[in-house]
Nanobody, 124 residues
Framework: QVQLVESGGGLVQAGGSLRLSCAASGRTFSSYNMGWFRQAPGKEREFVAAISWSGGNTYYTDSVKGRFTISRDNAKNTVYLQMNSLKPEDTAVYYC?????????????????WGQGTQVTVSS
């Protein structure tokens, strides 16, 4: 069992930065790949970024490449999403999730555990 709690969301102007954190409970955190997803009002949940259990592999959706960075600290049971050069279209609720199959890290239904989400709002 893994419980996930996101934090770090807020309101920021376009071009600004935010750092999201996702704190996990449970001793098995380091065995899970971790992903960040987001959902804007009226839209489906979409994949943003993922990091493998060791931190050795990362993957991003095209729209955030070069702007967002995912990282993890297994000693602290925490995964991060550094978001720079934010745009209004990045506005959404951001969720972290845990998955054991790297081959399907972009697929929301493959994830076993989810956090409750944190709101990110980017004003123009």
């Amino acid at each position: 069992q893994v419980q996930l709690v996101e934090s770090g969301g807020g309101l920021v102007q376009a071009g600004g930065s935010l750092r999201l954190s996702c704190a996990a409970s449970g001793r098995t955190f380091s065995s899970y790949n971790m992903g960040w997803f987001r959902q804007a009002p009226g839209k489906e949940r979409e994949f943003v970024a993922a990091i493998s259990w060791s931190g050795g592999n990362t993957y991003y959706t095209d729209s955030v490449k070069g702007r967002f960075t995912i990282s993890r600290d297994n000693a602290k049971n925490t995964v991060y999403l550094q978001m720079n050069s934010l745009k209004p279209e990045d506005t959404a609720v951001y969720y972290c999730a845990a998955d054991k199959d790297w081959l399907v890290v972009t697929t929301a239904r493959a994830y076993e555990y989810w956090g409750q989400g944190t709101q990110v709002t980017v004003s123009s």
